[in-house]
């Protein structure tokens, strides 16, 4: 923090030279409080100086994990716009989550608002052109006091933001390394289709016991057969076919509607031309049929994958065109040098 006149304490920029995906301190949060028994349920909201908050140990969200959350990102365009990329998008997921939690629906138009006024008002942590963006993190979380195991009345809508660059120490330039597991990542039938705490939490241990074996990350199979590739611990996956064809797991009770998942589809199919399905995608047709497989996330944005270890025999994949080709043309809508022809940037500023 540096102080500035008037005393007021302002947070320090970061090195824009050197971002990475991690948390730093940014000048303002949001904050709105609702309770079920009102109506409307949702105060209109707040913008406060970043700081801790205030909440019962007894909190639902503390011990039963009824919290949800979204990720999001904001870039700044060469001829100084800052674009906010689909925040309509993560507001209806924001909503389908809550449903499956158990927490009241936020109202869309109200995470939009509330969204682009915090980038906005945290504008000076927006990174310049080319050196990273701006991530957004709303939550919505049970605030009441409860022992018991039940619904909840009150809640609260926090949205922070900070600088990020890649999700990867070094940017991960050739692609990352996975280890397939023959487990899921989400029970049959569970929670895998919301954006919920609890989905990702289980997964720390299990990536963490692979990552100090050299891997980046996991391949998760599906929870009912161990036959079918899902996701890794925070993106989607998907695969371009020997034949040219793009496969990426179709969405179920186990895959996560992602935003970067949705737009690469509808980048590769409308503008691109390629050829994509959306089906239950065998473990051993990535390994018999693949050419070329990556990711895709609002961190991880679109990643290549290098390598997949599958029953201790490796698989690589040399190719990354179509990834290459997709994200040239995400990153251009994103940053504004694109055409925006699906509509999907929010301008800012
Ligand atoms: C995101 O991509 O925004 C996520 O929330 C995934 C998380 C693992 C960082």
């Known amino acids: 923090m540096t102080a ?20 730093t301190e940014t000048d303002f949060m949001y904050r709105s409080y609702g309770d079920k ?5 949702w105060d209109r909201g707040e913008f406060a100086p970043l700081a801790d908050i205030k909440v019962s140990p007894a909190a639902a969200f503390m011990s039963y994990g009824l919290g949800i959350f979204e990720g999001l990102k ?17 507001a209806e997921r924001f909503k389908r989550s809550a449903v499956r939690l158990s927490l009241p629906e936020f109202p869309a138009h109200q995470f939009v608002e509330a969204c682009v006024e915090m980038v906005r008002r945290n504008e000076r942590f927006v990174p310049p052109v080319g050196k990273g963006s701006f991530y957004l993190r709303p939550l919505e979380l049970a605030v009441e006091p409860k022992l018991g195991l ?12 900070c600088p990020v660059g890649s999700y990867f ?15 899921g990542r989400v ?22 016991q692979w990552k100090e074996k050299g891997f980046d990350d996991v391949l ?36 996560l509607p992602g935003v970067t998942r949705d737009s690469t589809i509808q980048v590769a199919r409308s503008l691109l031309g390629m050829k994509v399905e959306e089906r239950p995608l065998a473990i051993d047709e990535v390994i018999e049929e693949g050419e070329e497989l990556f990711c895709t996330g609002t ?36 940053t504004g040098s694109r055409e925006d022809t699906f509509g999907w940037t929010v301008k800012v500023r």
């Open 4 to 23: 500035t006149a008037g005393s007021l304490m302002q947070k320090s920029l970061p090195n824009w030279d050197n971002l990475s995906f991690a948390f």
């Open 37 to 41: 028994r009102n109506v409307p349920i």
């Open 74 to 90: 904001a870039q700044r365009s060469a001829d100084g716009r800052i674009l906010l990329f689909r925040p309509d998008k993560n």
């Open 150 to 161: 039940g619904p909840s009345n009150l809640f609260l809508v926090l949205i922070y933001g």
């Open 169 to 183: 120490t070094g940017g991960a330039p050739k692609g990352v390394r996975l280890q397939v597991l023959e487990q």
């Open 187 to 208: 029970a049959p039938g569970g929670t895998g289709y919301a954006k919920c705490m609890s989905n990702y939490a289980g997964g720390i241990y299990v990536a963490s």
């Open 220 to 255: 998760y199979l599906d929870a009912r057969h161990l036959k079918y590739v899902t996701e890794t611990s925070g993106s989607n996956v998907f695969l371009k076919r020997k034949d040219g064809v793009i496969v990426t797991p179709s969405l179920d009770d186990q895959i």
């Open 299 to 334: 961190a991880w944005t679109l990643q290549s994958v290098r390598e997949i270890v599958h029953h201790g025999i490796t698989v690589k994949f040399p190719v990354e065109d179509a990834r290459k080709a997709i994200l040239d043309v995400v990153r251009g809508i994103q």
